[in-house]
């Protein structure tokens, strides 16, 4: 069967990745073409991917806007491209601003839509649920809280598992030792505080800043960033300048291998972080007016995967417009070796871990969606 994958982000691409990789297994004569990344290329055949996530991804409302025109335009390529394949399914991953067009779309012009990675709507936009229960033939969750959720929106969603769980198994393997790690990058002694400011250009600019004041506050730690290749180094080395912190691009994992604790983004980071059993807190900037407008625009109490996932604060959460660099260095002091709240928090990533699943999730979504698309044939 031909099918259609849209990302349009790094964890969407490591996750289209995956499932593409279910997806030959469940059925061996797959054919794709998608939106995606050096991932996805690699599983799926570069030659089949129609854009690169570096072309498409626009985060927060003011890029949204200065890019409008240019986001409609892949819009209408991307539909157009969608009719020219003729697939039986289209798989939308996550990436909701664009994927929703696309559902909408792909459900009038008589295609199967399959969401992969739900939207967020239990946080915010929770008008999407009516257009996902209209548009979308079948929903595939990755966090078990969320069954109950659609449940009672009149949606059935499917649950296998985190594909987190698969993209942390298959590293395990050729993780190099933290004492390795250091040795390639030339890292030093000392023991390490991972810096995940994020992997969009906006993201690093407004939260690497704050978090290169805070390695100051510590010069018996080293504080390594986790850089992206698509950014250019120049910007990490402007905010970096006049601190001891360093860069690695392209490591994430093998950072926090070695790593005593970790500073966070949020998003997927906190709960790759927490998986691999890292202390973390999470330390995200916001424009002043999202701060005071944050209870009436976000539907929970949490904006970290970890705690939105537990149910209850395990992680601290610095969502401000102003950085406060003397409660940042009481917290991070208390997940270091020996720290007040280390141990309890590694407990509670025990707990997390045993919630997400185990390994081979990407594989049981492929499984669920290839039977789907038999089971329909034969109707």
């Not at 790759?272 to 976000?298: C, D, N, S």
Request: proline share 4%; with cysteine.
């Amino acid at each position: 069967m031909r099918y259609y994958l849209i990302a349009g982000e790094p964890s969407g691409d490591l996750h289209g990745a995956n499932l593409m990789l279910g997806l030959k297994k469940a059925d061996p004569a797959a054919e794709f073409r998608f939106w995606g990344g050096d991932r996805m290329a690699e599983a799926g055949g570069a030659g089949n991917l129609v854009r690169h996530y570096r072309d498409t991804s626009f985060f927060g409302l003011v890029q949204v806007l200065r890019n409008l025109r240019t986001i409609l335009r892949q819009v209408g390529e991307c539909r157009r491209d969608i009719e020219a394949y003729n697939p039986d399914a289209v798989i939308l991953i996550d990436y909701p601003g664009f994927n929703m067009r696309i559902a909408e779309f792909a459900h009038r012009r008589g295609f199967r839509v399959f969401y992969y990675i739900a939207p967020k709507v239990w946080a915010w936009k929770e008008r999407r649920v009516k257009a996902i229960r209209k548009y979308v033939d079948r929903l595939y969750t990755i966090f078990p809280f969320e069954t109950a959720y659609f449940r009672s929106k009149g949606i059935e969603p499917v649950f296998c598992g985190n594909p987190l769980t698969d993209a942390i198994a298959q590293r395990a393997g050729s993780m190099p030792s933290a004492s390795e790690f250091r040795g390639r990058n030339a890292l030093g002694d000392k023991p390490i505080v991972a810096l995940l400011a994020g992997s969009r250009k906006a993201e690093v600019r407004d939260n690497l800043p704050d978090m290169a004041a805070l390695s100051r506050r510590f010069p018996d730690r080293r504080f390594v960033v986790a850089g992206v290749s698509w950014l250019d180094a120049s910007l990490y080395g402007e905010i970096l300048e006049g601190t001891d912190a360093a860069l690695v691009v392209d490591s994430t994992y093998e950072l926090l291998n070695a790593a005593e604790a970790a500073v966070v983004t949020s998003g997927t980071a906190t709960l790759e972080t927490a998986l691999l059993g890292v202390p973390e807190m999470v330390v995200f900037k916001v424009p002043w007016l999202y701060e005071k407008l944050r209870p009436i625009v976000l539907k929970i109490p949490y904006v970290s995967l970890v705690n939105i996932n537990l149910g209850r604060e395990c992680v601290s959460e610095t969502v401000t417009a102003r950085f406060d660099v003397d409660a940042a260095e009481s917290e991070l002091r208390s997940l270091l070796e020996g720290g007040a709240k280390r141990e309890k928090m590694l407990a509670d990533f025990e707990e997390l871990r045993a919630m997400m699943g185990e390994a081979g999730a990407a594989d049981r979504f492929a499984a669920c969606m290839v039977g789907e698309l038999e089971n329909n044939l034969k109707r």
